[in-house]
């Protein structure tokens, strides 16, 4: 009797984990898609609406811009010193402030054993500024001399040119954004400055309320690309 | 029974991390919209740019105007044409040997980041990758077979990368002797085309140029 009690248990438990599998293969089989797709597609959505937004107020501006400067000279003149200033701020032409970190880099190749490749090259500074600007920084200089779309950072001899200036250690490396962010994006384990650190370079990353970076100092005058009309 | 239980427990755990297709396909179809609307905002403010511009034809605006259109094309606020290279980079087509690490044969974020620093040092005055202009704040990130420049633009292999300057000497440059090029050809065996172009065109950046975090000082 007994034995027969404890069958209809398991056939019980049996019978209801059957239904159960059954039930969520059911539902994996309908089309589903991983999660980090979802989640790009989020992730872009609200950089679009972002960027719509910006589109849309800097239309009205030059709306306004526009109609004024059809009322006369003066006022052509006006707005076009208004714009002149908007563009040199966005190409880097002005002094900027704001928050942001102080990057210090010492090179100790002094230090390190003789025969080690591990000194502080133009790439690890190359990579510093490409995570910097992947944390959202908006303005960045390295030693005074301002980074603009076109400044190269590249060994020559035993120096480091930027800008088609010599720069030597330390480095100083400023940036302006989003202080925590752009100071874990440099801290994260295993990330740059760990590896940097590991190799016997001095890092110090000192997040700051206020960083004031330069202007860039050469000029922006084109010998080859020309301003299209349309795209 | 256990290997029921085991079972059961893969299948909802890998239910919680996918989304139905259906929330998906909206959310793609409402990317989509997006990206529309946002191009047709691009094309009124690069219109409403080209008007401001014919308004402001008098002859002693015409110094002022100059710069304007250098800080502009430094900005990313205008189109711009001019002869310059096209490189394109896919990845290696060398034949794995076993044990070998398939990752150092495919394109990483240094490398895009080299070659565009080569570039730069040899007088590139205007960059893009895949048409996504390049500007003072734009990153290369390689996620998989694909890279985002400009935070959220992802744009897939093969990377086309094009450059205004002079042509030749931003050839000779990439194609010096132990220089970038050949490194990634020799070592990793990552594919390298150059094209020497007469004329390219490389699109105004995307999107808005307003700081969240600087500003001008004293201003």
Not at chain 1, 84 to 109: C, F, Q, W, Y
Not at chain 1, 118 to 128: C, M, S, V, Y
Not at chain 1, 181 to 190: H, K, M, P, V
Not at chain 2, 58 to 85: D, F, H, N
Request: glycine share 8%; net charge positive; charged share 25%.
């Amino acid at each position: 009797m007994k034995k027969r009690y404890t069958i209809a248990l398991v056939a019980l438990v049996l019978g209801f984990m059957i239904t159960l599998q059954f039930r969520t293969t059911n539902r994996a089989a309908e089309p589903v898609v991983p999660f980090d797709r979802a989640n790009e597609l989020a992730v872009e959505l609200r950089a679009l609406a972002k960027e719509r937004a910006g589109l849309e107020a800097e239309a009205n501006d030059l709306e306004r811009k526009l109609s004024r400067t059809r009322l006369g000279y003066t006022q052509a003149e006006e707005i076009l010193k208004a714009e002149l200033h908007d563009a040199a701020v966005k190409a880097g032409m002005t002094a900027v402030e704001g928050p942001g970190v102080r990057v210090i880099i010492t090179n100790t190749s002094e230090r390190t054993a003789p025969g080690t490749i591990f000194t502080f090259r133009d790439e690890d500074l190359l990579k510093l500024v490409n995570e910097l600007r992947a944390a959202g920084a908006e303005a960045l200089s390295i030693n005074g001399q301002r980074l603009i779309s076109k400044s190269e950072i590249r060994l020559a001899g035993s120096f480091i040119i930027v800008n088609t200036q010599k720069i030597t250690a330390p480095y100083e490396i400023l940036a302006i954004g989003d202080s925590p962010a752009l100071r874990s994006s440099l801290e994260i384990s295993g990330g740059l400055v760990e590896t940097l650190r590991d190799w016997g370079m001095n890092v110090t990353i000192e997040p700051r309320n206020k960083v004031v970076i330069p202007a860039y100092k050469g000029s922006l005058r084109y010998e080859f690309a020309k301003q299209a009309k349309e795209e | 029974m256990g290997l029921m239980i085991a079972v059961q427990f893969r299948l909802s755990r890998e239910i919680e991390r996918t989304v139905p297709v259906q929330r998906v396909q909206r959310l793609t179809e409402e990317v989509r919209a997006a990206r529309q609307d946002r191009d047709r905002l691009q094309a009124r403010v690069t219109g409403l740019r080209n008007e401001l511009d014919d308004a402001t034809t008098q002859a002693g605006l015409r110094p002022m105007k100059a710069t304007l259109s250098g800080y502009r094309i430094e900005a990313g606020l205008v189109p711009v044409i001019g002869p310059g290279v096209e490189v394109t980079l896919s990845d290696s087509n060398a034949v794995l040997q076993p044990g070998q690490n398939p990752n150092l044969y495919v394109l990483h974020d240094e490398d895009v980041l080299r070659v565009l620093n080569e570039l730069r040092a040899a007088g590139a005055e205007v960059l893009a990758i895949n048409g996504e202009r390049l500007l003072s704040t734009s990153e290369v990130r390689c996620i998989g077979p694909t890279i985002l420049v400009n935070k959220a633009k992802r744009v897939a292999a093969p990377f086309v990368i094009t450059a205004i300057g002079e042509p030749d000497t931003m050839i000779n440059s990439l194609r010096m002797r132990g220089g970038v090029v050949d490194t990634l050809q020799q070592f990793w065996g990552i594919q390298v085309s150059i094209r020497k172009l007469t004329q390219v065109s490389i699109p105004a950046y995307k999107g808005s140029r307003e700081f969240t975090h600087a500003r001008p000082v004293g201003g």
